[in-house]
């Protein structure tokens, strides 16, 4: 369908899976305020490792249960979309790092809309 293709903006949320807001997964919370502001989608991924604002290494570890890993949330949607859902997420966010960045979305396949 048309209306997602074209120049749009990419959000990333870096943030860490041990974060939480009232009680529950930052990323869920998130999720559930991208979905409420008609976010079109959203995407975490958890990486295997990295290096943090304090300079700490979190990495995956197979034999320890419980640890500390980032995640990256992934927004793409026009600036007014994004920067709406900002006004009220950005404040869920204690720790993390924010971005946005230009991307051009060249093709969208989806059954419900047919092809673009």
Do not use: C
């Not at 990323?27 to 990486?47: D, P, W, Y």
């Not at 320890?64 to 979309?81: G, M």
């Amino acid at each position: 369908m048309q209306r997602y293709l074209g120049k749009r903006k990419e959000l990333k949320i870096y943030i860490s899976n041990e974060d939480t807001f009232e009680s529950k997964p930052l990323f869920e919370a998130l999720l559930a305020r991208a979905k409420e502001s008609g976010i079109s989608g959203a995407t975490v991924m958890k990486a295997v490792a990295g290096l943090g604002v304090h300079s700490e290494i979190h990495s995956f570890n197979v034999w320890v249960l419980r640890q500390k890993v980032p995640l990256v949330i992934t927004i793409i949607d026009t600036e007014e979309h994004i920067r709406a859902f900002l006004d009220e997420a950005g404040k869920m966010i204690d720790e993390g790092l924010v971005t946005m960045s230009d991307t051009e979305v060249l093709q969208y396949h989806h059954p419900k809309f047919g092809e673009a």
